[in-house]
């Protein structure tokens, strides 16, 4: 591979991170499971499907025992290496959705409206410190 002297300079001392994740008040993992654990729902992942997923569910029934499983810290993966952006768009733009699912598409848009509302609605009704501000959309 080509590349520039003065940018293999520039970044000499550059590592990979994810801003959201290499700052102090990054959410830390918690010790890995080492013993049998009984739950009435494992949710596997603790990104934003998961973390929502086992807060509706704790909303559902307070009393049912949930248990998140994450392999690394809670949102490493995709959710937290998107610039801390959140899209209506279950289909990935409106062109791809009526290349894809012409007869769903309304159907699909109205779903994911609503998903961004509900994910809104969650952050106020818990006071969940994640700092969101609705300012609109970015199409790159």
């Known amino acids: 591979v080509n590349t520039d ?22 959410p830390h ?6 013993s049998d654990l009984n739950a009435d729902l494992v949710v596997v992942g603790g990104g934003f499907t998961g973390l929502w997923t086992a807060l509706c569910a704790v909303e559902a029934d307070p009393g049912r025992a949930i248990v998140v499983l994450e392999a690394e810290a809670t949102a490493a993966g995709a959710s937290g290496r998107n610039g801390g ?3 209506a768009s ?8 009526l290349a894809h699912w012409p007869d769903e598409v309304r159907t699909l848009v109205r779903l ?25 959309e970015l199409n790159v």
Request: overall charge negative.
């Open 90 to 97: 279950l289909t990935h733009g409106l062109e791809n959705g």
């Open 5 to 26: 002297p003065l940018a293999d300079r520039a970044l000499a001392d550059a590592r990979p991170a994810v801003f959201w994740l290499d700052r102090p008040n990054r």
């Open 29 to 34: 993992p918690s010790p890995a499971l080492a």
């Open 112 to 136: 994911g409206d609503e998903n961004l509302v509900g994910l809104l609605d969650t952050v106020e009704r818990h006071a969940i410190d994640c700092t969101p501000e609705h300012t609109g």
């Open 85 to 87: 952006f959140c899209d």
